[in-house]
C-alpha cells in the first residue's frame, strides 16, 4: 500500500513566521504535489515536483516555495506566514507520467490544517 | 481557461441511487478522475476514465462523454458510510497534473 504522510495534522502560527511543511511518500514515486483546500474553491496545485530537485510552479505559488533534496520527501515553506494562508495542505503522489499503470492515481496523505494568527 | 462544475451538495436516502455530474472545459484532456473524501481526511480514489461510456466497478459506476466535456458518478445501493464529498479532476497534459472541481458533499439519510 502507497503509503503518504504529513508532518503535522494540525499546526497553529502567527503571522510573518517561516513554516515547514513536510511531505514524505514510501513507494518511490517520482511526482510529487502540494495543495490547498478552501471551501467552495476545491483543491488547488500550489507547485509540484517531477524528479529530485526539480519543481514547477503551479495555479497559486505566491508566498510559497518548495524542496525536494530526496526522492521521498517534499517541502512546502511559507517564508513569511500570512493570515490568507490559513488553510488545509495536502501532499499527494504518483509514479510518473508514461508508466505502464492504465491511471496512474494521485494518492494523497492525511492533510495539516494550518491555522495563521 | 480551465473550468471544472459540480454541484456543491446533494442529499440522498439510503439504498437508493444518486448521480453525481461534472462538466469540464480544459485545454487538454487526459483523463478524468473521481475521488472520495470523507470529512478530515484525505481524498481516495475511486474511478478513471479516459475513453468514452461507463466504468462500473461495484456499487460506483462512472461514465465520460469527451465531446460533450461531461461526467458522471453513479452511487447505487447507497449506505450512510457514503456520506463524504465526491471530487472530480481532469488530468490536462503532463507531469500528471490534476485540476480539481470544488466537490460534491453528498449527505445519505435513513
Known amino acids: 500500500d502507497v503509503k503518504v504522510t504529513q508532518s503535522s495534522r494540525y499546526l497553529v502560527k502567527r503571522t510573518g513566521e517561516k513554516v515547514f511543511l513536510e511531505c514524505v511518500q514510501d513507494?518511490?514515486?517520482?511526482?510529487m504535489f502540494w495543495y490547498r483546500q478552501d471551501p467552495g474553491l476545491g483543491l488547488r496545485l500550489i507547485y509540484f515536483s517531477y524528479d529530485v530537485k526539480m519543481k514547477e510552479k503551479g495555479d497559486i505559488p505566491e508566498g510559497y516555495s518548495v524542496s525536494r533534496e530526496k526522492k521521498e520527501r517534499f517541502s512546502l515553506i511559507l517564508e513569511s506566514a500570512s493570515t490568507n494562508q490559513t488553510s488545509m495542505y495536502l501532499c499527494?503522489?504518483?509514479?510518473?507520467?508514461?508508466?505502464?499503470?492504465?491511471?496512474?492515481?494521485?494518492?494523497f496523505g492525511p492533510g495539516t490544517r494550518l491555522t495563521v494568527l | 481557461g480551465q473550468n471544472i462544475d459540480q454541484p456543491t451538495e446533494m442529499t440522498a436516502t439510503e439504498g437508493a441511487i444518486v448521480q453525481i455530474n461534472c462538466t469540464y472545459q480544459t485545454s487538454g484532456f487526459n483523463g478524468l478522475f473521481w475521488y472520495q473524501q470523507h470529512a478530515g481526511e484525505a481524498p481516495t480514489f475511486l474511478s478513471y476514465?479516459?475513453?468514452?461510456g461507463l466504468e462500473e466497478k461495484g456499487r460506483f459506476s462512472s461514465f465520460l462523454s469527451r465531446s460533450k466535456g461531461y461526467s458522471y458518478l453513479l452511487l447505487k445501493e447507497l449506505q450512510m458510510k457514503d456520506s463524504a464529498s465526491y471530487l472530480c479532476?481532469?488530468?490536462?497534459?503532463?507531469?500528471?497534473?490534476?485540476?480539481f472541481g470544488a466537490g460534491t458533499r453528498l449527505a445519505v439519510h435513513p
Open positions: 513507494m518511490d514515486h517520482e511526482n
Open positions: 479532476a481532469v488530468r490536462t497534459g503532463g507531469y500528471n497534473k490534476l485540476i
Open positions: 476514465n479516459v475513453l468514452d
Open positions: 499527494a503522489s504518483s509514479l510518473a507520467s508514461g508508466t505502464s499503470r492504465a491511471y496512474n492515481e494521485q494518492f
